[in-house]
């Protein structure tokens, strides 16, 4: 199997390994693969107190740290996931605000604080389509959504929304 050139690596306070077996519930292809407690003192803590957990999602590899307090997670980073259907949309859209918070535009923070963006496949289509006015009636009907609806992107695009 080829190594991967490029990993993701979240730094948490202290859940990176709840966090990556959470996620990994939630997406098909996922699993923590790893899990590694640094055996030395480091500026996070003592031996012991900082895990390395690997991990896939949808087959991509992940890299979380449980290390204390440094930075929280901002809308700087994001995750975007690409639903072919609104069941989909939906299933991902609960499954990750389960003790989260709602924002506009598809964004939602998880539980631990990480942006996600959930967001229909069709979208890139509605936005960059050839027809700048039905582009913007889907953009404006999108900025107006806090959990995205497909139909009602589509009805919006194609001036049939109500």
Known sequence: MAIQKIT???WYAKEAEEAAR???TIFPDSRV???TTMPSESPSGPPGSVK???FLLFGQAFTA?????LDPFNHAISFVVSCDTQAELDRYWNALLD??????CGWLKDRYGLSWQIVPA???K?????DPVKAKRACDAMLQMVKLDIAALQAAYDGTAS
Do not use: K, N, W
Not at 65 to 69: I, L, N, R, Y
Not at 126 to 130: I, K, S
């Open 8 to 10: 993701p690596f979240l």
């Open 22 to 24: 959470f996620y990994a």
């Open 33 to 35: 693969t790893r899990v």
């Open 52 to 54: 390395i957990v690997e």
């Open 65 to 69: 740290m449980s290390a204390g307090p």
């Open 99 to 104: 003790g989260g918070t709602t924002e506009q």
């Open 122 to 124: 069709v979208l890139d």
């Open 126 to 130: 509605l936005m960059t389509g050839t």
